[in-house]
């Protein structure tokens, strides 16, 4: 298509500057040549825009000068409207200087014509910006080119975050219900028939683990189809004294500690801040063999520290290679803060690093102790 428009082009060029050389009589056979000289070249303009100019213009200088008959200076025009649409800001002001001074130079000498040299100013001016109004449109369309690549790229990886994100919260869901039923189901029978209200008292855990559960995994999952705009509603600091309950269910001794004032963390940093603890609990169900797991959460002016400290047996709360620790991590990372775990005198322990929110207000949380 491209190639087909440039031989148009030229060949409009070559007929609109050599019929009216032709015309000229046997006498201006000369004309001819300068004629084919400044309207050819244009079929080359997009490789060597600078050689052509020159060629066509100093052609039609030339032909002008000598006294040819008149002819409309189509190739100086074709070249202009080329070094407005194609060329850089250099090359452009270089082809305005050139033009203007062939454009003087052949209207002036060897006769001055005031009034041709209007008409020609006039047209070669609309070259001009037409051939710049083209390189607006090109750029406006590249720009917007980009901006979609760019809003692609965007909505891509708002995808596989929240994927990950997805993936996290059915981890920590799934992996903590499970936890806490495992250890009330095999703690169920041994005290089934020696103490029958423990036995009640596992079993009721159960349900109102599974129950909390089920509602978790459907509002993780309604993740998947409700709008990306939507707010999802997702556990907090808020929900840790309910969360904590259901590990005392278990036989566990959980304490929560609150220090400095409360205030309320932007809402990813309260959702890190519970499924850390939620994912460090149960893997202090699962591995640490611990009697005793102390939750502790400290607002300091520009942080937020959660910690949650056992009395397992040390590294060996890790666990086999898994995605517990990795999961945490990640999100204390996704939201600018930074995660440690490992083992301390006497157990295990998790410290998360999490960014502050606005001004303190009102706690949310129970007194240190609860």
Same mark, same amino acid.
């Given at each position: 298509m491209k190639r087909s428009v440039n031989l148009a082009v030229t060949l409009a060029a070559v007929v609109a500057t050599v019929l009216p050389a032709?015309?000229?009589?046997?006498?201006?056979?000369?004309?001819?040549?300068?004629?084919?000289?400044? *309207?050819?070249?244009?079929?080359?303009?997009?490789?060597?825009?600078?050689? =052509?100019?020159?060629?066509?213009?100093?052609?039609?200088?030339? *032909?002008?000068?000598?006294?040819?008959?008149?002819?409309?200076?189509?190739?100086?025009?074709v070249c202009l409207y080329t070094f407005a649409a194609r060329a850089s800001l250099r090359l452009r002001l270089l082809g305005i200087a050139v033009t203007a001074a062939g454009l003087l130079v052949s209207v002036l000498f060897p006769k001055p014509d005031v009034e041709v040299l209007r008409y020609l100013a006039v047209a070669f001016i609309f070259a001009y910006a037409l051939g710049t109004s083209v390189r607006a449109r090109r750029d406006r369309e590249s720009a917007l080119a980009e901006r979609e690549l760019r809003l692609a790229g965007e909505r891509a990886a708002a995808v596989l975050r929240e994927r990950t994100r997805i993936a996290r919260d059915l981890h920590d869901i799934v992996t903590h219900a499970l936890g806490v039923i495992v250890v009330q189901a095999e703690a169920g029978p041994l005290v089934v028939r020696t103490d029958?209200?423990?036995?009640?008292?596992?079993?009721?855990?159960?349900?109102?683990?599974?129950?909390?559960? =089920?509602?978790?995994?459907?509002?993780?999952?309604?993740?998947?189809? !409700?709008?990306?705009?939507?707010?999802?509603? &997702?556990?907090?600091?808020? &929900?840790? @004294?309910?969360?904590?309950?259901?590990?005392?269910?278990?036989?566990?001794?959980? !304490?929560?500690?609150?220090?400095?004032? @409360?205030?309320?963390?932007?809402?990813?940093?309260?959702?890190?801040?519970?499924?850390?603890?939620? !994912?460090?609990?149960?893997?202090?169900?699962?591995?640490?063999?611990?009697?005793? =797991?102390?939750?502790?959460?400290?607002?300091?002016?520009?942080?937020?520290? =959660?910690s949650i400290t056992d009395d397992g047996c040390g590294p060996a709360a890790v666990g086999p290679p898994g995605y517990g620790i990795v999961?945490?991590? !990640?999100?204390?990372?996704?939201?600018?803060?930074?995660?440690?775990?490992?083992?301390?005198?006497?157990?295990?322990a998790v410290s998360a690093t999490l960014p502050a929110g606005p001004l303190p207000v009102a706690a949310t949380l129970p007194a240190a102790g609860a």
């Open positions: 032709l015309a000229g009589g046997p006498d201006a056979g000369w004309v001819l040549p300068l004629a084919l000289a400044s *309207s050819v070249p244009v079929l080359w303009r997009e490789r060597a825009l600078v050689p =052509v100019s020159l060629t066509v213009g100093v052609a039609t200088t030339l *032909s002008a000068s000598l006294g040819a008959p008149p002819l409309l200076p189509v190739g100086p025009l029958p209200d423990r036995a009640d008292a596992a079993f009721a855990a159960i349900a109102a683990t599974g129950r909390d559960a =089920v509602g978790q995994l459907r509002r993780a999952v309604a993740g998947l189809r !409700e709008p990306a705009d939507r707010p999802l509603d &997702q556990p907090g600091l808020a &929900q840790l @004294p309910a969360l904590l309950d259901r590990v005392r269910a278990t036989g566990l001794a959980a !304490e929560l500690t609150v220090a400095g004032t @409360p205030f309320t963390p932007p809402a990813d940093v309260g959702v890190a801040a519970y499924r850390i603890v939620q !994912e460090a609990l149960t893997n202090v169900l699962r591995h640490a063999r611990a009697g005793t =797991v102390r939750v502790a959460l400290d607002y300091l002016a520009s942080s937020l520290t =959660v999961g945490m991590r !990640e999100r204390a990372q996704a939201c600018g803060g930074s995660l440690r775990a490992g083992a301390v005198d006497g157990g295990f």
